[in-house]
């Protein structure tokens, strides 16, 4: 069973940006697509981003596509996202997942089964 612990959130200003780190422990990353997701007070969480094992496939929602940029190290057991032109919309608590199981890149809740405690991003106007 892998454990994920989520960093790099924080205070911004509109336009600017945040690199938001998930380090794995207990298992390869490399054994998982993984993927970022983010919710606000009294929504659902929503899909942000999802990469492929070998890092060889992503998928972005729309709302952060050309802003956003998933990736990962393997060998450091880490995957990362890259936020940047950020908007006060893209405020919410952020949460890696993962998912050792499917062949396909995921984009819902249901096809990750391993999730960190989240890390908050706020971004002021």
């Known amino acids: 069973q892998v454990q994920l612990v989520e960093s790099g959130g924080g205070l911004v200003q509109a336009g600017g940006s945040l690199r938001l780190s998930c380090a794995a422990s207990g298992r390869p990353l490399s054994s998982y697509n993984m993927a970022w997701f983010r919710q606000t007070p009294g929504k659902e969480r929503e899909f942000v981003s999802s990469?492929?094992?070998?890092?060889?496939?992503?998928a972005y929602a729309d709302s952060v596509k050309g802003r956003f940029t998933i990736s990962r190290d393997n060998a450091k057991n880490t995957v990362y996202l890259q936020m940047n032109s950020l908007k006060p919309e893209d405020t919410a608590v952020y949460f890696c997942?993962?998912?050792?199981?499917?062949?396909?890149?995921?984009?819902?809740?249901?096809?990750?089964?391993?999730w960190g405690q989240g890390t908050q991003v706020t971004v002021s106007s």
């Open positions: 997942a993962a998912d050792p199981y499917r062949y396909r890149i995921g984009v819902a809740v249901h096809d990750y089964d391993y």
């Open positions: 990469i492929s094992r070998s890092g060889g496939l992503t």
